[in-house]
């Protein structure tokens, strides 16, 4: 069946440090999202990408689909306290519309 | 936006007992809604797919006489935990499937927390 690999598991950081988290795949997806999730919280949508090769921003937050369309990254810039949190990759395909998703990067930021 | 809602947020409830979750989109419809279970420090694992006006599509695993799916109107799904045991007790969320111009996005509820005694 389909897998995400997500790295690091967890990250440890300075505030106003950057951070980068990637997803890889066995397999081809059509779309990728990013996810943030706060204890006790259900998942919070970040970014979506819907193009091999596709850049996008939020506010401090860079997302990228891959061209082999295998996998995406997630950068955070100039983070602060508030990052804190769990974030999951997820990818879709035409075939299956349920997401697989991403085992999580946990994120601790000290102020 | 697009708003996921989902009713109880938590439930402590005693073994043997059934327990109704409620998921809506408040925005949006949703032909399609899907139930995820998560346990703690791991990531979410899909239990089933729910389409409105027909049967829901379970997992491997997952057992559908024990968590009814119910997707009776474009904006509700119903997840029925029955004859609940202390190993359902878990974090259940919801997520609704938004189409949007050729594009399609899930958004999530804020979860319920099932204890069970």
């Known amino acids: 069946g389909q897998q995400l690999n997500q790295s690091p598991q967890s990250m440890f950081i300075q505030e106003g440090e950057d951070v980068s988290m990637n997803c890889t795949s066995s397999?081809?997806?059509?779309?990728w999202l990013w996810y943030k999730q706060d204890p006790g919280e259900g998942p919070v949508l970040l970014i979506a990408?819907?193009?091999?090769?596709e850049l996008t921003s939020n506010g401090r937050l860079t997302a990228q689909f891959g061209i082999t369309r295998k996998d995406s990254f997630l950068n955070i810039s100039a983070s602060i306290p508030s990052d804190v949190g769990i974030y999951f990759c997820?990818?879709?395909?035409?075939?299956?519309?349920?997401?697989?998703f991403g085992s999580g990067t946990r994120l601790q930021v000290q102020p | 936006g697009a708003v996921v809602s989902q009713h109880p947020s938590r439930v402590i409830c005693k073994s043997g007992t059934s327990v109704k979750i409620e998921c809506r989109s408040l925005?949006?419809?949703?032909?399609?809604m899907f139930w995820y279970r998560q346990f703690p420090k791991q990531s979410l694992m899909l239990m089933a797919t729910?389409?409105?006006?027909?049967?829901?599509?379970?997992e491997q695993g997952v057992e559908k006489d024990k968590f009814l799916i119910n997707h009776a109107s474009l904006t509700l799904s119903t997840l029925t935990v029955t004859s609940a045991h202390p190993e359902d007790s878990s974090f259940y969320i919801c997520?609704?499937?938004?189409?949007?111009?050729?594009?399609?996005?899930?958004?999530f509820g804020p979860g319920t927390r099932l204890l069970v005694l």
């Open positions: 997520s609704a499937r938004k189409r949007d111009r050729g594009t399609e996005t899930q958004y």
């Open positions: 397999s081809i997806f059509n779309t």
């Open positions: 990408l819907y193009k091999a090769g």
């Open positions: 997820a990818g879709a395909d035409t075939g299956r519309r349920a997401l697989t």
């Open positions: 925005d949006f419809q949703a032909t399609t």
């Open positions: 729910s389409n409105e006006g027909s049967k829901a599509t379970y």
